[in-house]
Nanobody, 124 residues
Framework: QVQLVESGGGSVQAGGSLRLSCAAS?????????MAWFRRAPGKEREGVAV???????SYADSVKGRFTISKDNAKNTLYLLMNSLTPEDTATYHC?????????????????WGQGTQVTVSS
C-alpha cells in the first residue's frame, strides 16, 4: 500500500511562489511509478496539473505551463511542485497521486494512490 503525504501549501499573494512536496512511503519501487499533481477548486472539477513518468518526462496543463515545475527525488521518495507567478485562479486543494500503469500516466489518467491534499490560497 502506497501512502502519500503532501505538504507546503499555504496562503500567498498573487505573483508569489510555493513549493509543494509529496512524501511517499518507503518499501516500494518509487522510481518506477508515474507521479502527478492534481487540484480541485471549490465548485470545479478536478484538474490534472502536472505529470512525471518513471523516466522523468513531464507534461503540464496549459493553465500552468511555464509557471509550474514538477520534479521528483527518487532517493528521498519525494515529489515536488514548484509554483511560480501564482494567481488567484490557482487557489485549490492540491493532491499528489501515483500509478504503476504507463497507460494511466497522463493528466486525465486514472491514478490508484492519492494523498489527502494541501490547500493553496492565492490572494489578489
Amino acid at each position: 500500500q502506497v501512502q502519500l503525504v503532501e505538504s507546503g501549501g499555504g496562503s500567498v499573494q498573487a505573483g508569489g511562489s510555493l513549493r509543494l512536496s509529496c512524501a511517499a512511503s518507503s518499501g516500494y519501487r518509487y522510481s518506477t511509478y508515474c507521479m502527478a499533481w492534481f487540484r480541485r477548486a471549490p465548485g470545479k472539477e478536478r484538474e490534472g496539473v502536472a505529470v512525471i513518468d518513471s523516466d522523468g518526462s513531464t507534461s503540464y496543463a496549459d493553465s500552468v505551463k511555464g509557471r509550474f515545475t514538477i520534479s521528483k527525488d527518487n532517493a528521498k521518495n519525494t515529489l515536488y511542485l514548484l509554483m511560480n507567478s501564482l494567481t488567484p485562479e490557482d487557489t485549490a486543494t492540491y493532491h499528489c497521486a501515483a500509478t504503476t500503469f504507463n497507460w494511466a500516466c497522463h493528466l486525465r489518467g486514472e491514478f490508484g494512490y492519492w494523498g489527502q491534499g494541501t490547500q493553496v490560497t492565492v490572494s489578489s
